[in-house]
């Protein structure tokens, strides 16, 4: 067993982080707002990175890595606050054409979870649509709806209410599907990872640099264990998302039963949203009236954060599932 | 990363759990909570039988006589002993993990072979002597004085919640050899012989009704200079070297038996009265969220205990893993106490066990996840830790009274 990152794994989170880092600061992801979360070029070179693709064969046009790799990279995506329907995208790679390419941009959607709001709904090239038959379909093009609600509560985030017929093709079924929500699960969770980590980095460089009372306000206890809180509920989490990305793989490989992997993603993507959610709250806090404002980036964090854990499996459901593996 | 194990470790596995099937149905039963007598010589038996079979000191180096083997072997061995329910380190622990250690890194050969291999086989018990009633989480400012007389120290003070001293042989004592110097300076480590005279052991109740630890009284008693480890004044730094030997892996028993824990919780929620018309807790959502929500936890500390002890095995050292991973899994255990007492209700009312319900572990562990807060460094102490020595964030401006 060795479950610290291999020097490829490192290499590979660090390529991320550092074309995150190149092409897309703050300053262009808040541009993005206006651009309904996707900017065709930006979605083009992150494919190049690729984000899409990564998991496919080589033949496929892929890297031939799989979800122990993915949730490294999605950890990047998620501290970078990379907009877009990148999950989606990830996970159509292959089995709809120019996805990995970076050529069409992918959402997806649950039809179980009401109201149905559609993500990015103006960047979507198809829709892949969750139905309650377990099914993964491709909602007909015609049938994406298209008008934003004018404020989305993540200005990253826009969103259309789906009307009726949202029907199509069906892309996933039975074990196929099934696979794809745990993946999506995990991915889901790996991205609030990496929110959970920025957050407490952004907390802390704050308070070390604001002072009140001729001290930094980190120096006070209130905050610094709001911190220490805050950065152990991170790791925590990473090593479940990392443990649950892992645990997908050997299950895929046959190595272990499929029960442990659905049990890893399910305590993976709970522990990480709600350390997501909870570390941008205390990032907010320790930021005083700064964060409350527009202006600074907490808040763009903490409304993702929320819009990971309002979808496949929220905190009640995969609590609920976590008891039912306890019983 | 993986979670795979190599074929070595998997034998390794075999192996063991071969040999706890054979040896387990042979340990006389678990002497009663308070019978410390039983309890260490059961637990010295248990340690002897690890020893013959070869299970003693598996993360020690060869040369102190233990087995060298990796963190993750040592990993397997705390969680198939605790999954077969083989009896916990208990007594034995200061010894095999705190001042076992220390000697083996930082004692003159004389004293290693004078008390590793007691330890290795059983025949001797340690406690830890390093708090006091004025010096707890400030450890540092610990008073007990030793003074030197010719070739001994003469040791006055007083130590407080010892565990085990009531039936330890030796204490890994630390004490003041220069009252001037800045606290961390003046402090020296010793070996102290339990036996000697001026030493008196007053057992304290904990709230959980046992003694599980002492007060420890130390009139005019001598400690041979030759028990000194490390140099004089220089034992603040050996201190922290046997803090340091956890390797991640102080926990792991204690987790298997926490996941253990909750499974039974969950089989005591599912429990209603229908006799009598009431519902079983699992009825209720928010308790089985709950209790999902700390099975979630619990599999998040295992992800991150496979970490730190990868860590480990990687750079011989545990990482900042340690203070994340306590407060985290105090935390836990807190929460699991909490809901355990919620869903016994009445049921929890007792130490004892009431008609088989399985109450008694479950109030056991309420107690026990208050102790975890405390004990080896307060949930507040590890905040701190976190905070300036991982998160890099100031340290607070001393305190002065005017
Ligand atoms: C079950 C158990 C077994 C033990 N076994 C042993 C043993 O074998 N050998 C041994 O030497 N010791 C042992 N101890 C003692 C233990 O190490 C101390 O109790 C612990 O370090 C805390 O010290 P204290 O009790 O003096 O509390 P204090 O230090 O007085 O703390 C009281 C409160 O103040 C808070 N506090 C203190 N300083 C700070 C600070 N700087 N910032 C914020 N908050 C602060 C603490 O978090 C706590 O809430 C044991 C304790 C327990 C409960």
Redesign the pocket.
């Known amino acids: 067993m060795d479950f610290e990152l291999s020097a490829d794994e490192v290499a590979l989170a660090e390529a991320t982080r550092s074309f995150c880092e190149g092409r897309f600061p703050m300053k262009t992801v808040r541009e993005l707002i206006d651009e309904g979360g996707v900017r065709r070029e930006l979605w083009k070179e992150l494919a190049g990175t690729g984000v899409f693709g990564m998991c496919l064969a080589e033949s496929e046009g892929g890297a031939g890595l799989a979800m122990t790799e993915a949730v490294l990279v999605f950890e990047e995506l998620g501290r970078a606050l990379v907009p877009g329907p990148l999950v989606a995208s990830h996970l159509a790679a292959g089995r709809l054409s120019g996805v990995a390419e970076g050529d069409r941009v992918v959402g997806m959607v649950e039809l179980t979870r009401t109201p149905v709001l559609v993500e990015h709904p103006t960047a979507l090239d198809a829709l892949l649509a969750f139905n309650a038959r377990g099914e993964v379909v491709e909602v007909a093009a015609a049938a994406i709806p298209r008008e934003q609600l004018p404020q989305p509560f993540d200005p990253l985030t826009p969103v259309a209410l789906a009307g009726h017929g949202m029907g199509g093709r069906v892309v996933f079924r039975g074990r196929e599907a099934q696979a794809f929500v745990r993946r999506a699960t995990a991915l889901l969770g790996a991205f609030a990872v990496g929110i959970a980590a920025r957050t407490v980095e952004m907390g802390v460089a704050y308070a070390q640099q604001r002072y009140q009372f001729d001290r930094p306000i980190g120096s006070f206890?209130a905050v610094k264990h709001l911190l220490a809180d805050a950065a152990t509920r991170t790791e925590v989490a990473r090593a479940a998302v990392h443990a649950a990305g892992v645990t997908l793989d050997d299950a895929e490989a046959g190595i272990l039963p499929v029960a442990l992997a659905e049990r890893a993603v399910t305590a993976g993507k709970l522990l990480a949203c709600d350390a997501a959610v909870a570390n941008a709250r205390t990032c907010l806090q320790v930021h005083g009236g700064m964060g409350f404002t527009w202006e600074v980036d907490v808040h763009l964090y903490l409304k993702r954060a929320l819009v990971l854990a309002s979808q496949f499996g929220t905190a009640k459901e995969l609590s609920e599932r976590m008891a039912g593996y306890v019983h | 990363m993986n979670l795979r194990y190599s074929e070595d470790e998997e034998a390794f596995r075999r192996d063991l759990r071969a040999w706890l099937a054979g040896v387990l149905p042979t340990l006389p039963p678990v002497p009663a909570k308070d019978d410390w007598e039983g309890r260490r010589a059961f637990d010295l038996a248990w340690q002897a039988r690890l020893y013959e079979a070869g299970y003693a000191g598996i993360d020690w180096p060869v040369d102190a006589g233990g087995r060298g083997a990796s963190p993750t072997e040592q990993m397997i061995f705390l969680e198939e002993t605790e999954s077969a329910h083989a009896p916990y380190v208990g007594v034995n622990f200061?010894g095999l993990l705190h001042a076992g250690p220390t000697i083996a890194a930082m004692g003159d050969p004389g004293q290693r072979t004078r008390y590793l291999p007691a330890i290795l086989r059983g025949e001797e018990v340690w406690?830890?002597?390093?708090?006091e009633?004025g010096?707890?989480?400030?450890?540092a400012s610990l008073a007990t004085t030793a003074v030197r007389d010719g070739d001994e120290y003469v040791v006055n003070g007083q130590?407080?919640?010892?565990?085990?001293?009531q039936v330890a042989d030796r204490c890994e004592l630390l004490v003041r050899t220069d009252p001037v110097a800045p606290k961390h300076r003046g402090i020296t480590w010793l070996i102290l012989d339990m036996k000697t005279p001026g030493i008196t052991v007053r057992p304290l109740k904990?709230i959980g009704g046992s003694s599980?630890?002492s007060e420890v009284f130390l009139d005019d008693v001598r400690v041979p200079v030759a028990n000194r480890v490390g140099d004089e004044n220089d034992g603040w730094r050996v201190a922290m070297v046997t803090f340091s030997f956890e390797r991640g892996t102080a926990f792991i028993s204690d987790l298997v038996r926490s996941r253990e824990l909750v499974a039974s919780l969950a089989a005591i929620a599912h429990r209603g009265d229908i006799r009598r018309g009431i519902p079983s807790a699992w009825a209720d959502s928010a308790t089985r969220q709950e209790l999902g929500r700390l099975a979630a936890e619990l599999d998040g500390l295992w992800a991150l205990t496979c970490r730190n002890v990868s860590q480990a095995a990687r750079q011989g050292v545990p990482g900042i893993g340690g203070s994340v991973f306590k407060l985290a899994y105090s935390q836990a255990r807190q929460a699991m106490g909490d809901l355990a007492m919620k869903i016994l209700g009445r049921a929890g009312m007792s130490f004892g066990e009431i008609e088989s319900l399985g109450n008694a572990e479950q109030v056991e562990g309420y107690v026990y996840g208050i102790?975890m807060g405390?004990?080896?460094?307060?949930?507040?102490?590890q905040?701190?830790i976190i905070a300036e020595r991982v998160l890099g964030l100031p340290k607070?401006p001393a305190w002065t009274s005017n």
């Not at chain 2, 406690?127 to 708090?131: A, D, E, I, L, M």
């Open positions: 206890q | 200061v406690c830890q002597g390093f708090s009633p010096a707890g989480s400030d450890l130590k407080i919640w010892t565990s085990h001293a904990t599980e630890f102790s405390i004990a080896a460094g307060t949930s507040q102490i905040r701190n607070e």
